[in-house]
């Protein structure tokens, strides 16, 4: 199963997304969760770095798969921030659609959604 945590400040902001584990839901290369998980979370964090001129701090384990960071600093200019943070809640709300789907292969952890 695929664990999703989001973790959120005082002021319920982002301040953290981490993914682990895999989904399952098929064979190596067929599986349709990892697959969907796997094309939200990159494509998210494409967007947050083609569109906001920005990379965005990510861990992965590549060794060991099935891991994923993204720590969202605060940015200085408040207009990048908001935009930052619209694209970690994008990418939030995808995921909570995949795992209604597929709750069986993912689970979102987030005290908003």
């Avoid at 902001?13 to 989904?23: K, N, P, R, S």
């Avoid at 795992?99 to 005290?111: F, H, T």
Wanted: proline fraction near 3%.
């Amino acid at each position: 199963m695929i664990d999703v945590k989001v973790t959120r400040d005082e002021a319920h902001e982002i301040v953290e997304i981490t993914l682990t584990g895999h989904a399952g839901a098929g064979k190596l290369g067929e599986d349709i969760v990892c697959a969907a998980v796997s094309a939200v979370s990159f494509g998210n964090l494409n967007a947050v770095h083609l569109l906001l001129g920005t990379v965005p701090d990510v861990q992965t384990l590549p060794q060991e798969g099935g891991f994923l960071r993204w720590s969202l600093h605060p940015l200085e200019d408040a207009s990048l921030h908001e935009k930052q943070q619209l694209l970690a809640e994008s990418m939030i709300i995808a995921l909570v659609a995949i795992a209604q789907q597929y709750g069986k292969y993912i689970r979102v952890s987030d005290n908003k959604w």
